[in-house]
Every structure is written in C-alpha cells, then in structure tokens.
C-alpha cells in the first residue's frame, strides 16, 4: 500500500474508528465480527476511493458502508453456524448485559436508526439520507424499536 493510502486509512481510523466499530458493535455483537466488518468497510473504501463533499459526506458514507457490511455479515451469519455470546455476558455486568440483549434481540434495520439518532446524534432527516430512506421510514422504524425495547425491558 503506497504512503498516501496508508495515511488515509489512519486518518479514517483516527477520525472516525471509534464511532464504527460501536455502530458495528451494536449491530453484530461480537468483536470478530466487528473486525470482520470494519476491515471489509475499509477495504471496499480503498477500492472505490470516493471524492467526499465534506467531512458529514465522508463520515455518512462510512457508515452507511459499515452498516452494509454488518448487514451481509448477519445475513452470512444467518446461513452458516456462528459462535455464542455467552464470553460477552460473563465479561459484563447483569444489568447491561440485559439492555446489550435487549438491544440486540431488535432487528438489524431498527437497531441501525437507534445508533444512528441516540448514539452519534443524527436527525431523522440525515438518517434517512445516509440510509436511503424517506423521513416516514425512519420515524416509523424508531418508533417501532422503541416500542419493542420498552416492551421487552418491561417483562
């Protein structure tokens, strides 16, 4: 890898590494899948080498990149056996090992807007255009995983 790529995969990683490996975290649950994830969203960055308009251009479409590669990761994961999280729950402690699987029982679409308005902060508005979804979609699948987190946290 020549120097210039190299320097613009540490600045991705430097910018904006924390805040895609907790989106992938979130979407996957488990740490070598997030690895897996991340280096293919890196990867498919180094072959398309995109022109960015702006720095919220470049974040949004390395997130939108990382949430597709989480999504092909679950659907792999589907297809194929995969490996418990019950290393996880010992790691953690009993009560936020009940919201992490509460979180993680929601679908992939639902826990993807959650991340994206509660833990980065994005508007509906800018989470329908990273997504590709109109503003209704998107309040409806947040008022939808709101529902069946609070469903789920009241049993």
Known sequence: MSDKRESEVRHILQTYGDMLYRTAYVLLGNPHDVQDALQEALLRYLEKSPAFVSQDHEKAWLLRVTANCCRDCLRFRRRHSHADLEPLRECLPAQ????????????????????????????????????????????????????????????
Not at 114 to 143: C, D, P, T
């Open 96 to 155: 936020e090992t009940r919201h992490l699987q509460e979180l993680y029982s929601l679908p992939a679409k639902w826990k993807t807007v959650l991340i994206l308005h509660y833990f980065e902060g994005y508007s509906v508005k800018e989470i329908g255009e990273i997504l590709g979804l109109s503003e209704s979609a998107v309040k409806k699948r947040l008022q939808r995983a709101r529902e069946a987190l609070r469903l789920e946290l009241e049993s």
